[in-house]
């Protein structure tokens, strides 16, 4: 008896813990394997919503181009901008600031609004995330027609040496390093999932968080140099004071980072590699923080919904 009670137990499997970081590991991985999936319903997320209208998705590139024009005229005016040259830049940083908007926002909430698939859909919970951040990716794809119309209108003057305010600096134009827009895309979607994981875990045990994060996004619009230039910042003022001690409005804010590492090149700004240093930063600490998180919470979000 004794030793049929020794067999059952070598033969038993090995008690697994749910708190580890390879079940952390496992989650993001399984998550991938299951691409087709987020990827269909990301894609039905947005047919879904214009299921009925004329036009379909077109509405956001519409929407789009008004805010675009309509800024860039204005600001242009305001900080004596050269419109030639001032509109692809706000085109361009908006486009990328509604990626990081749409994810920072919707991230907030992604478990929440997928209770009933999480309570009875098994699969990993990063699945979630991974829809969301790929419907922005779409919704991107879309908004970047309104570049593209941009940089046809303008490329005369963007395809040289150009500066787009009075004093500012002179850019190089656009060449082959527009290509660097690629990898610096790429690392503001794996950065997007992170985002999400972390602030879709916390906001789904804690309420209070999507709404002080949608008031706090639009404080960091205005410090984000999107619809003004950060040579404003290096300027000395009239009464001959040191103004440098201004970049550290831009520099420690790390969206402004994650929007020039795509922006310049687009745009044939200088490629300052400091902002892929911060950027390359945030992505090592940034998952570690979501791993930690996925380790400690992941087998509890669907109780919390």
Known sequence: ??????LAQAEA????????????FADVREAWDHRELWGHLGWQDIK?????????????????GTTALALGLLYSVLLDAELPAFLPYITAGFIIWNFILGCVVEGTDVFIANEGLIKHLPAPITVHVMRMVWRQVLFLA???????IVMVIFFGTLS?????????TEQPGISWTILLAIPGFVLLAVNAVWVSLLFGVI?????????????FINLVFFMTPIVWDADILTKVTKSGGD??????????????????????????HYVDWHHWAVVGGFTVVGWLAALVILRNYRARVSYWV
Not at 161 to 168: I, L, S
Not at 249 to 254: C, F, G, Q, S
């Open 142 to 148: 879309h908004n970047l027609v309104i570049y593209l």
């Open 13 to 24: 499997p090995p008690a697994v813990k749910s708190r580890s970081f390879k079940r952390a």
């Open 1 to 6: 008896m004794q030793a049929t009670s020794t």
């Open 160 to 168: 040289e040496p150009y500066r787009m305010t009075t004093g500012g």
């Open 203 to 215: 906001s789904t045990r804690f309420r209070d968080i999507p709404p002080v994060v949608n008031s």
């Open 243 to 268: 103004s440098q001690w201004r970049v550290l409005i831009a520099e420690l804010n790390p969206v402004y980072h994650f929007v020039e590492v795509v922006r310049a090149p687009l745009l044939g």
């Open 48 to 64: 879904q919503r214009y299921r009925r209208s004329v036009i379909g998705p077109l509405w956001i590139t519409i929407s789009m």
